[in-house]
C-alpha cells in the first residue's frame, strides 16, 4: 500500500516581527536546511478512523483521539475533516518528524501543519493547493497563539521569500543578490505565545509608544524590501541592527540573545537581531560569505548551542 510523503521548510524573520502582529510589513524567507516532514501510511485492519501519530521527537505514539483537545495535531485534523467535510479519515498512521528546532523562532509548527495537511491530503485523494495548506495552517497557528500574523504559514507553504502584511494579499520579494546568514541558537526555547502575549498587555495598557516602535520598524521593512529587490545591500546589517534596537525595546529580547546579537557584531558580522518571536530561539547575522564560518564560531563561544550557515538566494 503506497504511503503519502511530504516535507516543508523553517523559516526566518528578517524583519518586522511583532510589528507584524499589529498590520505593519514584515519579510520572511523559507530555511531549507531545516525541515519537517509527515508520512502517512493506510493501516485498513485498524478500527474505522483511526489515525495513530507517531512523532518520535515529541515522544508521541498514540492514536489522535487520545490527545488533549487542545493538541494541534488533533485539531490539524479535525480542521481537515471540516475542510473536506468528512466525519473522519480513513485509518492511517501519521509519522512526523522535524530537524527543526521547537519553539526557537524557526517556524517548526507551522512547517509541522504544512506538512500534515500535504501528506493527509494526498492520502484523502485530494491534495490541497497552496493556499488552502496556508489557510488551514492558519486555524492551527491560532491555537499556538492566540493572534498569529499569519506570516510563518505563509512563507513555509508557499516556501519562497515573501513581504507580508495581515490581511493584504501575499506579495512575494525577489531577493536580487544573495546573501549569507549565520543562525545561532540561545539553547533556550520560548514558545511565541510567551512574547507575543506580553507585548499585547504592554500595548493594550499603553499603546503609543509601541504604536511609534511599529511605525519604525514598518520604516525599516520598508526601506530593507527595496534594497534587497535592487540587490543594494550594504545597509541591511544597520537595518537589522536598528530593527533589534526596536524589538529590546518592545520587551522581546532577552540576554541570550543580546549577547549572541553583540558576539556577532563584534565577529565582523555587517548586522545582527533576534528573529522570530524572541525571549530565547534564535538570532540572525548578516555576513560577508568568508566571514561566515568566524562568526560561527563567535557565536558558539559565546553560548550559542549551535549555528546554521544558509545563502538567501533570488
Ligand atoms: C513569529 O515567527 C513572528 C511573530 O511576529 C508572531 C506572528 O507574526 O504571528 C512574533
Redesign the pocket.
Known sequence: MPAFSASAPG?I?LF??????YSRP?I?VPVQQVQARAIVIPDPLAPRGRVWIQAPDINLDCAAGELSEESPLRKLIQILQAHFQIDHLPACILRVSSTIPVAA?L?SGAAISVACLRALSAFLGAPLAVEHVSALAYEI?KIY?G??????NTVVAYDRPVYFVHGQPIEFLSVRQPFTLVIGDTGRRSS?SG??GALRQAWLANSPPYEALFDRACEIARSARSDLEAGTLSRLGSLMDENHALLVQMG?SSPELDRLVAAARAAGASGAKLS???WGGNMIALVEPELAEQVSTALLESGATHTLITQVRP
Open positions: 523559516k524573520i518586522g516581527e511583532h510589528a507584524v502582529v514584515a520572511a523562532g517556524g497557528e497563539h493572534t498569529p500574523s499569519g506570516i510563518d511565541t512574547p507575543v522581546v522570530g518571536g524572541g
